[in-house]
């Protein structure tokens, strides 16, 4: 597949890296020659020094043959151009990465589809979702829904109160069972478990299940006892600081704890009285005291610094929050802010490669999310007729190794897949990828 990505920054450097890892033709274009020099002859791709507006640029870079032409320069005008010139020379498809939230309204995709621009993605507003996704439910670290929530998949985090640790999963997750386990992060590894495996202390657990069955959920894995997010600091108004608090139900209330004064008047125009914009530090102990961090069940640190949302997490765990949420952009800290059992991880280059990854596959791949905590994808895959994975029960599909079904939809209902589950034609399949290339999986369901 030819895709050629146009600005040599965070998003775009992070997926130039990524996808070249999985054999894809990568050309990646910046006009800076600086921003290409910082990438490593380790990676299998081409760069090229063009502006992502230059019809001359794109014409060299093979305009005419890609598959995908992605544009993430900080400059939304020129993406938005850059991708209208691309389907115009060409391209089969195109993305866009804007910083203005009407742009995202589903409202608007059409007028920008006519233009040739075939997805619009907004980071800032990607990453806010999954925060407040998180807050939602104080127990789960993760959560991905699918159809309004038909289908759930839960990332939990074990501890002692977990009533279901060290026994087989064939006795705890069998098929009359109303939830599966279809991956665990264990210290550094992923296992996609079999029933023999076992759920131990402090693993990240992921569990598909319904709607109906959350509860359920909740009390096997001894998390009743924790309180439902009501009360929400949040250090750094930046954007999606801001997204993230117009996207809060109303039933939680913000204070957003900012150290440039001037950034503060600006959110003090933003938002109503409702929500308490406070000129400060974070990581300041007597501040947190003074604004009331022990009646606040939720601290999110979005700073543009990894290290110092990490330590303001640290800080507000001392203090009796058991929900933090940490932007680290920073990749080298990830693994590093998991140890520390931060709590939610947010990256918006990982969400931003989710929605690009859909991008890559076909039609009949309606969500994909990549899960930075494993290194893995989580896709919903509607069959074909007469697709292969219709043809035999689940037990006969000698599926790829790394590669789990956790559940499906099927006219609207969730419901869980065991070993003879007949997978139907327009059923949405929800698959667990793990160190699979996601192209062989997508043709078990063409």
């Known amino acids: 597949m030819k895709i050629i990505i146009s600005g040599a920054y965070a998003i775009g450097t992070y997926l130039a890296k ?68 691309a389907h115009q020379l060409g391209a089969k498809k195109t993305v866009a990465r804007v910083d203005n939230p009407e742009y995202v309204d589903p409202s608007n995709q059409e007028l920008f589809k006519k233009m040739g621009v075939s997805s ?19 127990w789960v670290r993760q959560r991905w829904d699918v ?9 939990i985090k074990l501890r002692e109160t977990c009533e279901v640790l060290n026994r087989p999963l064939k006795e705890i997750s069998g098929p009359d069972d109303p939830y599966h386990v279809v991956a665990i992060k264990r210290n550094d590894e992923t296992i996609i478990p079999g029933g023999n ?10 569990f598909m299940t319904t709607k109906q069955y959350i509860p359920y959920v909740r009390k096997v894995v001894g998390k009743e006892h924790y309180v439902d997010v009501q009360n929400v600091m949040i250090m750094g108004g930046g954007k999606t600081a801001t997204r993230a ?14 150290q440039n004064p001037a950034r503060c008047e600006v959110l003090n125009d933003i938002f109503d009285e409702d929500t308490l914009v406070i000129n400060g530090d974070g990581r ?9 961090i022990r009646n606040t069940q939720a601290f999110v640190s979005l700073t543009s610094n990894a290290e110092t949302n990490i330590l303001a997490c640290l800080t507000a765990k001392r203090m009796g929050v058991r929900k933090t949420v940490a932007a680290v952009e920073n990749l080298d800290y990830v693994s590093t802010a998991e140890s520390l059992d931060i709590g939610t991880i947010i990256n918006k280059k990982a969400v931003a490669a989710s929605h690009i990854y859909q991008m890559m596959l076909d039609a009949n791949v309606e969500n994909v999310k990549f899960l930075m905590s494993v290194n893995a994808d989580v896709a919903e895959f509607v069959p074909s ?26 006219n609207g209902e969730g419901m869980l897949v065991s070993g003879n589950t007949q997978i139907e034609a327009g059923d949405s399949v929800v698959a667990f990828c793990y160190n699979v290339d996601m192209k062989k999986v997508e043709k078990l369901f063409m």
């Open 245 to 258: 608090v117009k996207m809060m139900p109303e039933y939680m209330n913000a204070k957003i704890i900012e």
């Open 284 to 292: 300041d102990i007597g501040l947190l005291q003074e604004e009331g």
């Open 120 to 138: 619009i993605i907004y980071p800032e507003m990607l990453a806010a979702k999954d925060i407040i996704n998180g807050l939602k439910m104080s």
């Open 147 to 155: 159809h309004d929530g038909a289908l759930v998949m839960l990332g």
């Open 18 to 85: 990524l996808l070249s890892r999985d054999k894809q033709d990568i050309v990646l274009m910046d006009e800076n020659p600086e921003n290409l020099a910082k990438i490593s002859n380790d990676y299998d791709l081409l760069t090229m020094e063009s502006s992502p507006t230059s019809i001359r640029g794109l014409k060299t870079a093979g305009i005419e043959d890609a598959d995908l032409f992605i544009a993430v320069t900080p400059n939304e005008s020129a993406n938005l151009s850059a991708c209208a010139m």
């Open 197 to 206: 495996d076992t759920l131990q202390l402090y693993d990240l657990a992921f």
């Open 385 to 410: 007729p007469d697709s292969k994975i219709t043809k035999k029960t689940v037990r006969e599909l000698n599926l790829p190794k790394g590669v789990t079904i956790g559940g499906l939809v099927r």
